[in-house]
């Protein structure tokens, strides 16, 4: 349609045909059916209503989202299409790793490929709109959704976030083609730092660390295209973010110029009656409106309450009409005037679900994800010579896609022990050692947390548990075996929405199987399964190799068993701080310099910035990640070590000075080694970062090969938030440091003088 067609469209519709334009419903509402959690089909709601909302959640199949869109277009006065949307997190049906998982790939063109793959797959579907990828930073292990995230680096976060963005949408700004879907990036904003990572919990940020580390993600991705934004559940400073003028209409469109679509969450108008800042779902829509919510996502409340707002003078019809507009311009984008079924297509679903080129991607995705965290006495790579026990719940288990992978199916999973069965020219032997448990085992007690009972005296005696059938054939495998590799972590369902953990270590019944393994094999290599950094500090005591296999989706078992037969390297680079224990979180490499930082060659804790018992370094860094190479990294060259320039915000060519490294594989092996760059303004106006990511190389390297890593330096990259929240670059001295982690200590220095 022209520009000139949709606002004729639009001057037709009367003012509740608007108001529905900017509702969705959910799509079990059209199924007659509730299998969207906690959803209850509502009976109250019409099947006109039904036909004349802007939009619904959850995709069903290519047949059902063409029969919802028919039957509604018939019964709509003016046969307005609807958007179909959905989660779309790491995958449709092929899923990759979780995010937190693609972030350790360091790998934009992965992130993308995924977002292709995941396009192709959910568009025949019948997906319109993935509600994907989500930007929120994170820190704190203890929040559920980590693993929804690319990690602790506003850097990293923004250049995953644009990736996923071109591999959802394509790069055509116009036009959202066959075979791609839009793009709603969320949860705005901040959504990742809740008050002791507990989930939904109020979010306390001052406007400087919003902007210098939570909002450049976001902004990333807009400017890369995204159509949507998705405001997030939890108060910033007090303020619900769907209610939020500050966010959603100040930095969101005044600022940043965003012009696309934004919805709330999952009935987050509703909850601002919770929140206890409106009185009722009438308050609420109206409060919602005028922050800048255009879509209000299954709290059935704006088509409700928005057409009596405007008759009672509180909303005009024109702000009313930009919000339907940039609606309608979605449908148009999306070329649903034209094909209201786009890609749903039941041929198409057949072609491309699961297709080998999907499934090759994400083995290979889950190759790349893979952190190595030690490797003692090289147990790693299995030997063919070598008789090996793979034990753990996680050998045979096939779900290995995240909470938020709604069209994972474990039946489409390769377990690690078929992966492992494929390898008849190894010798394998395989115990499960104890059962998998759920999230509900986590719970005290086994049933939900309750003060009055942890109160209460208890005098029975903890005994020890006897070994039950299952540990002792471990143990007898292990007993055997010159090897043993052990297959634990958590269960899908310990991380995700509504999955914050109090305590981040193993579940208990695994952590008692790795110790009855190490009492007979010390040749112990752990693969740990999770959707957060873990305490893994026993993991450590007792394994000599350990491995971060995060969630990593269908094709898991082939990318795992690809790596530890060393027919594939390691690559993968920790996304988010390993904390020692819980105790540290939120913990970030990225961390304000104090005025008592702790003294790094005495180390020692008194009246500095620390604690007394536990270090203030992560168990494992961010960045942080071995190989079965080994490389080294020349000491840092400056093509010149003052210069001189200023912040312009529209200048993306300025270059200052180049920073380069000679990178060389020193092994045997053939290998990829993630370069990174880091900077600090070691004198300011503000405390800085005690080093902040700004750039990165995955370079590649053959036995004995030898190649530069060079990164260009901007102003950008040199400049920070004021003090009056905007870009400042000041002048002074710079660190830069090139190596393999952010603990990296190659470094040199350079002056930048102003003009
Ligand atoms: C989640 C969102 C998601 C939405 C729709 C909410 O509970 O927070 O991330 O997009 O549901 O499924």
Redesign the pocket.
């Known amino acids: 349609m022209t520009e000139k067609q949709l606002k004729e469209l639009l001057g037709s519709l009367s003012l509740t045909e608007k108001a529905f334009q900017l509702t969705q419903a959910p799509a079990p509402y059209y199924m007659k059916d509730a299998q969207?959690a906690g959803t209850e089909v509502n009976t109250e709601i019409s099947e006109r209503e039904l036909a004349l909302m802007g939009s619904n959640?959850?995709v069903y199949g290519p047949k059902e989202s063409r029969d919802i869109q028919k039957r509604c277009m018939d019964m709509h006065p003016h046969h307005i299409p609807m958007l179909f949307?959905?989660?779309v997190i790491h995958g449709y049906r092929t899923v990759f790793p979780t995010p937190l998982a693609m972030g350790a790939t360091f790998d934009p063109e992965r992130a993308e490929e995924m977002m292709r793959t995941a396009a192709a797959e959910s568009s025949a579907a019948g997906v319109d709109v993935a509600?994907?990828p989500?930007l929120d930073l994170v820190r704190d292990a203890r929040w559920g959704?980590v693993m929804?995230s690319t990690g602790e680096d506003p850097y990293l976060n923004s250049v995953m976030g644009r990736a996923m963005v071109r591999g959802f949408q394509g790069n055509d700004k116009n036009e959202i083609p066959t075979g791609r879907v839009s793009s709603?990036i969320?949860?705005f904003a901040a959504?990742g730092a809740p008050e002791g990572g507990r989930e939904y919990q109020n979010v306390e940020l001052s406007e400087h660390t919003l902007r210098e580390y939570y909002l450049p993600a976001y902004r990333a991705a807009i400017e890369e295209g995204a159509d949507m934004v998705?405001s997030s559940?939890q108060t910033i400073n007090g303020i619900p973010s769907a209610a939020n003028r500050w966010l959603l209409r100040d930095i969101l469109r005044d600022e940043w110029g965003f012009e696309g679509v934004v919805i709330t969450?999952?009935a987050a108008i509703e909850e601002l009656v919770n929140h206890g800042v409106a009185a009722d779902l009438k308050e609420a829509s109206l409060l919602a409106f005028k922050a800048g919510v255009d879509i209000d996502?299954?709290s059935m409340a704006y088509y409700r309450y928005l057409p009596e707002l405007v008759e009672e003078g509180k909303i005009s019809e024109e702000e009313l009409d930009v919000s339907v507009m940039r609606v309608l311009k979605l449908k148009n984008k999306l070329g649903l005037f034209e094909n209201p079924y786009k890609d749903a297509d039941e041929t198409r679903v057949n072609v491309v679900t699961l297709c080998p080129e999907h499934r090759a991607a994400a083995r290979k995705a889950v190759s790349e994800s893979l952190v190595l965290l030690k490797n003692e006495g090289n147990l790693l790579p299995l030997k063919k010579n070598h008789k090996i026990a793979l034990i753990g719940p996680y050998v045979e288990s096939r779900e290995l896609h995240s909470a938020?992978a709604p069209n994972g199916k474990a039946e489409d999973a390769v377990s690690v022990r078929e992966a492992a069965g494929e390898l008849s020219e190894y010798s394998f032997t395989y115990a499960s050692g104890c059962p998998m448990q759920t999230w509900d085992a986590l719970l005290v007690h086994g049933k939900e947390h309750s003060i009055e009972d942890l109160r209460k005296s208890d005098f029975s005696e903890h005994k020890p548990e006897m070994p039950d059938t299952l540990q002792v054939q471990a143990m007898q495998k292990a007993m055997e075996a010159d090897r043993v590799v052990l297959f634990i972590g958590e269960h899908r369902t310990m991380s995700g929405?509504a999955a914050s953990r109090a305590d981040i270590s193993l579940p208990e019944n695994q952590l008692d199987l790795l110790r009855a393994v190490a009492k007979v094999n010390r040749n112990i290599v752990t693969v740990v399964f999770c959707g957060r950094p873990l305490d893994l500090r026993e993991v450590c005591r007792l394994s000599r190799t350990v491995v971060m296999a995060w969630l990593p989706g269908t094709e898991g078992g082939h990318g795992i068993m690809d790596v530890l037969t060393g027919k594939e390297n390691f690559s993968g680079k920790l996304p988010m701080s390993i904390p020692v224990s819980v105790g540290q979180a939120p913990i970030s490499y990225n961390q304000l310099a104090t005025g008592r930082p702790k003294d790094p060659v005495r180390d020692v804790a008194l009246y500095r910035s620390a604690y007394i018992d536990t270090p203030n370094r992560p168990l494992f860094p961010f960045g942080y990640g071995r190989s079965y190479s080994s490389f080294a990294i020349s000491p840092v060259s400056l093509s010149t070590s003052e210069v001189t320039g200023v912040y312009d915000p529209c200048d993306r060519e300025t270059v200052l000075l180049t920073a380069s490294a000679e990178v060389e594989n020193t092994s045997a092996v053939p290998g990829v080694v993630t370069v990174q760059l880091y900077i600090r303004d070691n004198t300011a106006s503000l405390a800085r970062p005690v080093r902040e990511l700004r750039g990165f190389n995955r370079v590649e390297l053959q036995p004995g090969e030898k190649r530069t890593a060079s990164f260009d330096v901007t102003p950008s990259m040199l400049s920070f938030v004021g003090a009056e929240g905007k870009r400042v670059l000041e002048p002074g001295r710079f660190t830069i440091w090139i190596g393999e982690d952010s603990e990296t200590e190659n470094k040199t220095e350079f002056v930048l003088n102003g003009r």
Request: aromatic letters at 26%; one cysteine or more; charged letters at 25%.
């Open positions: 969207i959640l959850y949307m959905m989660d509600f994907s989500m959704r929804e709603c969320k949860h959504y998705m559940f969450d999952w996502m299954c938020w929405e």
